[in-house]
């Protein structure tokens, strides 16, 4: 049966200074990110406990831990490789155009994806996703790892707005840090897993 693995960061913990620094950067990925996926498969366990004993008392609490933990790993995994040191600018080619067609501008997409990340309430991400019965991009807002989102939408960009991802250097100033976030995009992964979610087949 597989296991969830923390994946290794693809840069040095200090390679996104100043915009977020490696202090925030190592605790971000080797405590917090481990900590789900530790949970994803403690879960996994009590789940595979509950069903070998035909106890399912506890079911729903298990379901939404494991997709607590679950998207939490999957979410963060996107975010280490949504940014980079080299990151910023805009978009070009096939996902440049898409965002023009969905949101009018990148101007308008960007303010868009920006309040969604700040005007989270509580914790939560931000995030631009490909909606497949549609055939259209689409801003989300996802509170704590998983609600608010299309059952069948794939993350492309995902901004992290808990407060473990900024607190220790912009404080209770998340707008500061969403806007330091623009500067760090690969805009060539978001690229690259649009061009995968978009020529898949349409879902429905």
């Known amino acids: ?57 506890g079911l729903v609490g298990l379901e939404k831990t494991f997709a607590f933990n679950l998207s939490g790993h999957v979410l963060h995994s996107i975010f280490w490789r949504n940014l980079s040191p080299d990151g910023g600018d805009r978009p070009d080619g096939e996902l440049g155009a898409a965002i023009e067609e969905h949101f009018g501008s990148f101007e308008a997409f960007q303010r868009q994806l920006t309040t969604a ?55 209770n100033v998340r707008p500061d840090y969403v806007d330091r976030l623009w500067s760090l995009v690969d805009w060539a992964d978001v690229a690259a897993r649009f061009a995968a979610a978009s020529r898949a087949p349409a879902a429905g």
């Open 1 to 57: 049966m597989g296991r969830y693995t923390l994946p290794d960061m693809p840069y040095d913990y200090s390679a996104l200074e100043p915009a977020i620094t490696g202090e925030i950067l190592e605790l971000h990925h080797a405590k917090h990110h481990a900590a789900y996926v530790k949970g994803a498969n403690d879960t996994l366990d009590r789940l595979a406990e509950a069903r070998d004993k035909g106890e399912y008392a």
């Open 117 to 171: 990340t700040t005007t989270v309430q509580g914790s939560g991400w931000g995030v631009l996703a490909w909606e497949p019965l549609g055939r259209r991009l689409v801003v989300e807002q996802v509170y704590d790892h998983h609600g608010n989102v299309g059952a069948a939408t794939t993350p492309l960009l995902v901004f992290d707005a808990w407060e473990h991802a900024y607190y220790l250097q912009y404080r």
